[in-house]
Every structure is written in structure tokens, then in C-alpha cells.
């Protein structure tokens, strides 16, 4: 199993709601990964989890909450968004987190925030 | 921190033809180089890498070159066909004890039929 499945797919709330991202990996990995893309641009990291700890925030803002209940687990908790947070959020899962090792991306969530 | 430039943004091809993309990096650290294509609304997936102590890697119609001196590597795509229509990121780390991978401005490549 090389798959990174992310739920749900697509998601639009309004800025007071709160809803949850999910990421699940089944390869064993060690490192998971939330990145942010905005059409035609490249992902931008935003969270860093080292086994099952969180080692990078790339100075993101409150509203997005990170959180690994288990070495497969990765959810994004968001709450009071702005619409310029609608994007596409990536997850993605490597070996362990930097070295050379390959990032095997999740499809996506598609956030849309009215 | 690391900063990666790529050129061109935007790139078409007739199929059959050569397609050559290049970026730049600035810290002299980084030792590992991969190159990511995603297709219109899909994930962005590895389709080949190279790492500091090779200067060339081939995997049939695909291969990077690396310069470490000039501190810049490309990707070379041959007899180029219509589903490598898609955007191309490369990207840098500088290994071991830095977890974040830097990404280019990506290429968007068009092949023509």
C-alpha cells in the first residue's frame, strides 16, 4: 500500500464553522506533512510531524490546528477561516522527515471558505 | 534558508521533441534533488531524483543533470508524448537535520499533438 488517503475531498464552511482535515498512511512512515496550494503555485509547507511529534510550524496561523493521534493519523483542525484560506491542503508521508527520502502525496482536500 | 528558481514558467512542445527545464539553488548544503510532476487536478508525484555525489541520473525518456558547482540542475524530457503534459517542481533539501524540502515556482509544459 503506497497510498496517502485524505478525507474529505472537497469541503466548503463559512468563516464560523469548525471542521477537520484527515490524512491516514499505511506504509509505516515516520514523517506526515500538511502543505497549502494555491492555484498554480507550488505547495508551501506548513506543519512538520517527526515521529508522531511536532517539529516544523511554518509560522501558521492559529485558526489551523494540527494534530497526530498515531504514527498513521495526521488532521488539520480548522475554525474561524478566512476566504483567503480556500486552497488546495496536501498531506504527504516519508520514511522519516528530511534526509532524501520521497514525499508520497495525499489528492487533496479542496477547502473553500464563503 | 534555501531558495530554488525555475525556468521557464511556462513551456510547449511539439510531441516528439525535447523538453528542458532548469532551476537554481542557493545553499550550497543541499544534497538532494527531486523533481515532482502534477497533472491537472491531481497530486503532485516523484518522477526522478538525484542526489550530490552524482552528477547524472537517466530512467528512460527522463534524466537530470546536477551541477553542484553552479548549484543548478535540470530535467531533460525526450521524445516527449501528450500525457507528460503537466506542471514540473523541482525541488531542494539539504538533508539530514532539515526536514523542510523547498520547492521551484513550478513549469507548467504543454505538449502539442
Known amino acids: 500500500d503506497t497510498e496517502v488517503t485524505q478525507t474529505p475531498k472537497h469541503l466548503v464552511m463559512g468563516m464560523t464553522n469548525k471542521k477537520s482535515l484527515k490524512c491516514e498512511q499505511h506504509?509505516?512512515?515516520?514523517?506526515m506533512y500538511w502543505y497549502k496550494q494555491k492555484a498554480k503555485k507550488p505547495p508551501e509547507l506548513m506543519f512538520v510531524?517527526?515521529?508522531?511529534?511536532?517539529?516544523i510550524n511554518e509560522s501558521v496561523p492559529s485558526r489551523f490546528s494540527p494534530e497526530c493521534p498515531n504514527s498513521s493519523l495526521l488532521n488539520l483542525h480548522l475554525h474561524a477561516l478566512q476566504p483567503e484560506d480556500s486552497a488546495l491542503y496536501l498531506c504527504a508521508s516519508s520514511q522519516v522527515a528530511g534526509g532524501t527520502g520521497e514525499l508520497f502525496f495525499g489528492e487533496g482536500s479542496r477547502l473553500t471558505v464563503l | 534558508g534555501e531558495n530554488v528558481e525555475q525556468h521557464p514558467s511556462t513551456l510547449s512542445v511539439q510531441e516528439g521533441d525535447s523538453a528542458v527545464i532548469k532551476c537554481t539553488y542557493s545553499?550550497?548544503?543541499?544534497?538532494?534533488f527531486p523533481w515532482y510532476k502534477q497533472e491537472l487536478g491531481k497530486r503532485p508525484q516523484l518522477i526522478i531524483d538525484?542526489?550530490?555525489?552524482?552528477g547524472e541520473k537517466k530512467d528512460q525518456r527522463i534524466a537530470v543533470t546536477l551541477n553542484k558547482t553552479a548549484k543548478h540542475f535540470s530535467l531533460h524530457i525526450t521524445e516527449t508524448q501528450p500525457e507528460d503534459s503537466a506542471v514540473y517542481f523541482c525541488a531542494a533539501i539539504a538533508g539530514f537535520g532539515n526536514e523542510k524540502l523547498t520547492f521551484g515556482t513550478g513549469t507548467r509544459l504543454t505538449i502539442i499533438p
Open positions: 510531524y517527526s515521529y508522531e511529534k511536532l517539529s
Open positions: 538525484i542526489r550530490s555525489n552524482v
Open positions: 506504509m509505516g512512515h515516520r514523517a
Open positions: 545553499d550550497s548544503a543541499s544534497n538532494y
